[in-house]
């Protein structure tokens, strides 16, 4: 046959369980490797089907990686025909797609722009990935350090030693509500999350192997009120999960929300001293400990403050009604100055949280690991009420020997570039390559959210 073949924006094939619909399977846009992956991906498909969620890892291949505006006519056609390209182009590391862009944006984008901001794209959204201060950004691809490594390092630094701001916006947020909302959670995470208002909790959510569906952190807004801040490549793919897996006869609505709020995290040793020169609120450890979230000003703004920090530091993320988000913005500019305060891009919070060895969903966290492997056992509550989605085999698992775990590597030559080599040999030599991170470090939960150190 010649004619035309089906390509995806992202040079990956589909398959799965439509979210819109149950027993719906979709295997489809194999962009001209149809033939080749036709056994593997029917295999796997077929596997899904019969155990009703995948088996092992599918989430690059996942059709919940997408999302319904991803389906735009006129986004479609300028995408693919780049993509289509990419068949025949060098794969660069940290290659960014060029077409159809900017798809998704702040509030905040043209304020980033004229600041420096050189942008990558995440689940369509165009975020800072690094700053290049006082010339244009420039992004030359190639296998050692870019053109961004210095202006990253000095972010890096910036957040470890005085104060830094990083547009967030992409968080995927959710609104959970009803009074059987406590309770559906409940089933669905591995920590215990009933907790008082104005708390938050860093949980997993759990197959029935008890492995990782995802991570994400809750904040308790009411008594039947709960917020849902995700990754920014898992709202499609959490929304699904979360509404599959609550009863049908719950009273329970989710309703995603991540478009109304914009997100500026403050980190840093001086984040405190930041924003109490904009704010009439109590910082203080006692009056706002680790976890807490409540309503403060800033400015003439109202927002949210949450104690959480991905970077591993002393630090707020702010939820923004996106009316107020230049307000916000300008405020801690405006009051920055004399704390250092710098703006900081995905690079930089990357760099940050493998150095304190914070975990990420489709990195250190997987279908294929277990809490007990991922060293996050202290987000899992075995003994709560009502248990959890998971809770037999990861009492299974406990019973034995570990054999896998995530460790931390750190490296003595400052020099040296890691990459996926190292991967690529254990491969050939008939190994799995295990998961690993770059130097200690700890992660803001398991996901963007754990304890500050």
């Known amino acids: ?42 295999m796997a498909l077929a596997e899904w089907i019969i155990a009703g969620e995948p088996t092992f890892d599918l989430w690059p291949v996942d059709i919940r990686r997408f999302a319904n505006f991803h389906g735009n006519d006129a986004w479609l056609r300028d995408r693919v025909a780049e993509t289509l390209g990419l068949h025949y182009k060098m794969p660069w590391p940290q290659r960014e797609h060029e077409s159809g862009r900017p798809f998704r944006r702040s509030p ?74 406590a309770k559906a959670l409940q089933l669905l995470c591995t920590n215990d999350i009933d907790v008082p208002v104005g708390r938050t909790v860093y949980t997993g959510l759990l197959n029935q192997r008890g492995t990782y569906e995802s991570d994400l952190t809750l904040a308790r807004l009411g008594r039947d009120k709960f917020m849902v801040i995700t990754g920014s490549a898992q709202v499609t793919r959490d929304a699904d999960w979360i509404t599959r897996n609550v009863a049908d006869d719950a009273h329970v609505t989710l309703t995603d929300v991540t478009g109304g709020w914009t997100v500026l995290s403050v980190m840093g040793p001086n984040s405190r001293r930041l924003l109490q020169k904009v704010s009439k609120a109590d910082f203080s450890n006692e009056a706002f400990p680790f976890a807490t979230i409540r309503e403060i000003g800033i400015g003439y703004a109202t927002v949210l403050a949450s104690r959480r920090t991905y970077m591993g530091e002393l630090g707020w993320e702010l939820y923004v009604p996106v009316e107020f988000a230049v307000t916000v913005f300008e405020s801690l500019h405006g009051a920055g100055a004399d704390c250092g305060l710098r703006d900081m891009g995905y690079y930089a ?59 931390s590597v750190v490296l003595q030559e400052r020099a040296a570039a890691v990459g996926r080599r190292g991967a690529v040999a254990r491969r050939q030599a008939g190994r799995r390559p295990h998961l690993g991170c770059l130097r200690p470090h700890r992660r803001r939960r398991g996901g963007p959210w754990l304890r500050a150190s």
């Open 1 to 42: 046959m010649n004619g035309p073949e089906s390509f995806t924006p992202d040079l990956n094939y589909i398959l799965g369980e439509a979210p819109q619909l149950k027993g719906f399977f979709v295997g489809a846009g194999f962009n001209s490797m149809g033939i080749a992956s036709s056994g593997g991906a029917g």
């Open 108 to 181: 905040l984008y043209d304020r980033l722009k004229a600041r420096g901001a050189w942008f990558g794209n995440k689940m369509g959204w165009d975020r800072p990935n690094w700053f290049a201060l006082g010339k244009t950004p420039d992004m030359p691809y190639g296998w050692g350090r870019g053109a961004w490594f210095d202006a990253v390092a000095a972010e890096h630094k910036a957040t470890r030693e005085a104060v830094t701001v990083a547009d967030e916006t992409s968080f995927g947020k959710f609104l959970v509500q009803g009074r059987d909302a």
């Open 349 to 407: 919070i990357e760099g940050l949280r493998i150095e304190k060895a914070y975990r990420a969903w489709g990195r250190e966290l997987t279908p294929d690991d277990t809490p007990w492997q991922a060293g996050l056992g202290w987000a899992v509550k075995l003994d709560k009420p009502g248990g959890f989605i998971g809770r037999q085999a990861l009492i299974d698992a406990k019973a034995k020997p570990l054999t896998r775990r995530l460790v």
